[in-house]
């Protein structure tokens, strides 16, 4: 008795979900569509015979189809589609038992419902239902209910004897059989759920570690940055400004997060070059040399140079040797021109000139807000990229730019 309680207990886990519940719908409408056509078609062949009484397990069957195909297949819910057949099966083989149809040939397709009904309803219904035709047809056959329905007339002797023997034996096989698919089945869910949960795991870790990595580069750039505005005492803050104006014109463009992301790396480099300037020359409070001034500007490729020997760094190379070029070809290291110059490097090229000129230097003060502006413009398609610096002036224009750096 223990047992069969444990069994019973384990038949009322539902096999079906996820995709097994999506092919389990879609199966059950299929053949409630098919179900649906038959009754029609035996409707019809009833109506055409005159078997007027036939008509009535006809039209269950079409009104069995619909409802299961509706729930199934429209409203999606399984647990009120499986009543249709179970009904209809439990309503149909009582009527075809106790009144003999089709010359008492009809209860024989009853032995084909355990397994279709264990497959595509659940085992322990249809182990229910077999049990219900199991006594149904023992009651009919072999008590005195027998002779007051006088059986007889529908059913051979030896049918009346065996037919109940038979069905037991097929329900109790298909029952042994569907039970062990039951369980096979329920451990695989088993065995795909924890699988699944460690795969969310492994997942969470790799993420949590990956999410680490990203905050220790993130610093290691932020340090780097720092230490090339330490380096450079007329420019202190400059990089981290040029990170925020640039990001300010990547959102006013509407670009992804994730190149935002890289653009506000790329500009805290963009000067790492610096650190193989000597100090008397970086720092220099007088006009520079034009040699001076050359060792200056060695600070793109050499920011390149060092960017380049990382793999994940290869953009961020690509600004740092190329923050100085013009758009119109005049400026340096390499001297190319236009759309040829990276877009970052464009876009960080602009930042870099605003900052400059609207940041306090120890030689100056920094430019009013007009004279920024009209050296801007000064430079359009020459200097700098023109749909790019027009996007820039927008934000300017709006005194965003300041509110940004507050």
């Given amino acids: 008795m223990k047992k069969i309680k444990e069994i019973w207990k384990l038949l009322g886990q539902s096999i079906y979900t996820g995709e097994r519940l999506k092919a389990n719908l879609v199966a059950l409408t299929s053949v409630s569509i098919f179900t649906a056509i038959l009754g029609v078609v035996l409707l019809v062949f009833d109506l055409v015979r005159q078997e007027y009484l036939m008509m009535i397990p006809s ?17 999606k819910k399984r647990e009120i589609a499986i009543l249709f057949p179970i009904g ?14 089709a010359n008492g040939t009809a209860i024989i397709w009853s032995l084909l419902l355990p397994m279709g009904l264990c497959y595509f309803v659940s085992v322990k219904h249809g182990i229910l239902l077999s049990v219900y035709y199991t006594i149904l047809y023992i009651v009919l056959f072999d008590t005195p209910l027998k002779d ?18 038979l069905f037991a034996s097929v329900s109790i096989f298909t029952a042994i059989a569907m039970i062990q698919y039951h369980r096979m ?13 460690e ?22 750039v932020n340090m780097l940055a720092m230490t090339i505005d330490a380096k450079d005492r007329y420019t202190n803050g400059h990089s981290f400004r040029v990170s925020i104006y640039s990001e300010a014109l990547a959102r006013h463009l509407k670009w992804d997060e994730e190149e935002i992301k890289a653009l506000k790396r790329e500009a805290l480099l963009h000067d790492i070059g ?24 060695s600070h793109a490729k050499i920011g390149g140079d060092i960017l380049a020997r990382s793999s ?13 070029e013009r758009y119109d070809g005049k400026g340096y290291p390499t ?23 609207s940041s306090d230097r120890i030689y100056r003060k920094g430019l009013d807000k007009q004279t920024i502006r009209s050296e801007l413009l000064r430079g359009i398609g020459t200097q700098f990229d023109p749909d790019l610096l027009l996007s820039f002036l927008e934000l300017f224009d709006e005194g965003k730019l300041e509110e940004l750096v507050k």
């Fill in 199 to 220: 795969v969310d795991r492994q997942t969470a870790v790799a993420r949590d570690r990956a999410d680490k990595l990203e905050l220790m580069n993130e610093e290691v």
């Fill in 59 to 75: 039209a269950l069957t079409f009104i069995g189809g619909v409802g299961c195909g509706i729930y199934a297949g429209i409203l």
């Fill in 312 to 324: 994940s760094m290869s953009e961020a190379a690509k600004v740092a040797q190329f923050h100085h």
């Fill in 335 to 357: 001297g190319c021109r236009g759309r040829s110059i990276p877009l970052h490097a464009r876009i960080v090229s602009i930042a870099d000139a605003y900052d400059a000129m």
């Fill in 148 to 165: 007051v329905l006088n059986i007889s007339q529908y059913y051979e002797e030896s049918f009346i004897v065996r037919f109940p023997i």
């Fill in 185 to 197: 089945v329920l451990r695989d869910l088993d065995y795909t759920k924890r699988l699944n949960e």
């Fill in 88 to 101: 209809f099966c439990a309503v149909m083989f009582t009527l075809y038992a106790f009144t003999g149809m």
């Fill in 274 to 297: 610096k650190i193989g300037i000597p100090d008397e020359v970086l720092n220099k409070p007088v006009r520079l040399t034009d040699s001076e001034f050359d060792i200056i500007k």
